[in-house]
């Protein structure tokens, strides 16, 4: 039987340590086991189902309502204490918090909204004691792109992995940013993890 193979292109980003949040112009809330069902009115059962394993592992999920209802969702996860591979693609060093699975409804759209949810969640990372905070999105998802920029976040080098089934295979970061500029947070000019072994050298967002 063959295996799946997956390969994903993500432009990175990482949350200044000096950022002033945007206005505050919806409600955040976070996401508690009572209120994942506004999950599924928002999206599906089973992202409500995938909020319940995202509580258990212990991230932490924001909610942006308008008018006493849920429009948009985001989550962080807790900084790891030793590399690893999160959600089959993304690679993190110790210290380190992933921002994923966020969503804006349609209507929603354009403002601001996803930036606030960027920020109340990187806050959340950092006050968890993530000394880097990131957030990727797929190289063609050019809405995203935009406002991850527009919430302050540094592009960072792209990265390319390749996962077969649910293993991490290939996993390469480029030496340099889209903006010609090396990796702030960690000077390095990038790394590639081929089956697992480092040498010197991600899920869904609809904005």
């Not at 950022?19 to 009572?34: G, H, K, N, Q, Y």
Request: charged content about 25%.
């Amino acid at each position: 039987m063959s295996r799946l193979l997956k390969i994903y292109r993500h432009r990175n980003y990482v949350w200044p340590n000096e950022l002033e949040p945007p206005a505050r112009t919806v409600e955040i809330r976070s996401i508690e086991r009572e209120s994942v069902s506004e999950a599924e009115r928002l999206r599906s059962a089973s992202v409500a189902t995938a909020f319940l394993r995202f509580i258990d592992s212990g991230r932490f999920g924001v909610f942006a309502v308008v008018d006493g209802t849920a429009v948009g969702h985001a989550w962080v996860t807790r900084p790891v204490h030793k590399p690893q591979v999160l959600n089959t693609y993304a690679r993190l060093a110790a210290g380190e918090s992933l921002i994923h699975y966020c969503y804006v409804a349609p209507e929603q759209r354009g403002q601001g909204i996803y930036a606030q949810m960027l920020h109340e969640t990187a806050a959340w990372a950092r006050e968890h004691g993530a000394t880097r905070v990131t957030v990727d999105t797929s190289t063609d998802n050019v809405a995203s792109q935009k406002g991850i920029q527009r919430a302050g976040f540094v592009e960072v080098a792209p990265t390319t992995s390749v996962v077969i089934g649910r293993r991490l295979v290939y996993n390469k970061q480029h030496g340099r940013s889209h903006r010609g500029a090396a990796d702030p947070a960690t000077n390095q000019s990038g790394s590639e993890t081929v089956e697992g072994q480092d040498r010197r050298g991600h899920e869904e967002r609809d904005l």
